[in-house]
């Protein structure tokens, strides 16, 4: 994220479609089954959003949540700011 962060133009953005936290209990249990299979574990506890702020993403939000036999899949916006002239 920070690689994407440093190469980004000022005033772009990144969108993401990744695993969310579960939005519901069967997604809950999906979950718990695809954590073992994949790297998921911070993605499912909902941590993507403080990650891309913590790399310096100024804007970010979950535009969109889809329930997939998967699990939840999250689409995030992340916008980098523009710079002073």
Same mark, same amino acid.
């Given at each position: ?12 953005? !990144?969108?993401? +479609?990744? @695993? ?7 997604? %809950? ?7 073992? *299979? ?13 990650? !891309?702020?913590? +790399?310096? @993403? ?7 949540? %889809? ?7 999250? *689409? ?10």
């Amino acid at each position: 994220l920070k690689e994407v962060f440093r190469v980004l133009c000022p005033g772009g953005e !990144l969108l993401i +479609v990744d @695993f969310g936290k579960p939005s519901n209990a069967t997604m %809950y249990l999906i979950s718990l089954v695809m954590q073992r *299979l994949e790297e998921t574990q911070d993605l499912i506890k909902g941590l993507l959003p403080e990650m !891309l702020r913590s +790399v310096g @993403f100024d804007l970010v939000e979950e535009l969109a949540r %889809y329930t997939t036999i998967f699990g939840t899949i999250s *689409l995030y916006q992340a916008r980098k700011h523009d710079e002073v002239q």
